[in-house]
C-alpha cells in the first residue's frame, strides 16, 4: 500500500506539532522532588508558607517545577523515622526538615541524599554534623542557637550597646539539649 504525497505531508506535520508535547510530557516527569519532613505541619504553619514562598521568589511553582511530599509526624516524634524512611523511598532530590528530631531522622535514613536543616538548637553536640565550619556528610543547614554563637553575640551587645553591664536571659529549661545550656550559661556568666 503506497501513501501519497498529501496523506505523507499530513502525518509529518501532525507528528512536528505533537513532538514538543512529547518533550513537555517527558519534562515533566523530570520535576524534581523535594522531602520535606515536619514534627507537627499545623504547628508552625508560617514555616512551611516561608519555605513555600522562598521556592516562589527562586521561581519554582509547587507542582509544575517542583514536587514537594510533606510527612508530618503530627507531634508524635516516634513517627519521625518511619515518615523519614518513606520520604527516602520516594526518591526526593533533597530532604528539608525544619527543626532538630526531623533532621535527624533524615539522618538515620540516609547517608545519600542531601538533608537540609532550617533550625536546629545546636547541629554539632546533637550530631546532626561534625562542626559549623564543615558540617562532613550530608547534612547542612542553618542554626541560631549553638554555645560557640553565645560569645559572638555578647561581642556584637558590647559593641552595639558600649555601657552594658548586666545581661538578663530568658529560656525555656528542655528547650536545647542538657549540655547546650549549661555550656551557653557558662558563657554568660
Known sequence: MMMNRREFAGGLALGLLAAPLAAEAQQAAKVPRIGYLATDLTANPHLTEAF?????????VEGRHVVVDYRSAEGRIERLPALAAEIVALNVAVIVAPNTPAALAAKHATTTL???FVGAGEPVTSGLVTSLARPGGN????SAVSPELVGKWLELLKQTTPGVSRVAVLSQRGAMDEHTEKEMLMLIQ
Open 114 to 116: 542531601p538533608i537540609v
Open 52 to 60: 513555600r514562598q522562598g521556592l516562589r521568589d527562586l521561581g519554582y
Open 139 to 142: 547534612v547542612t543547614g542553618l
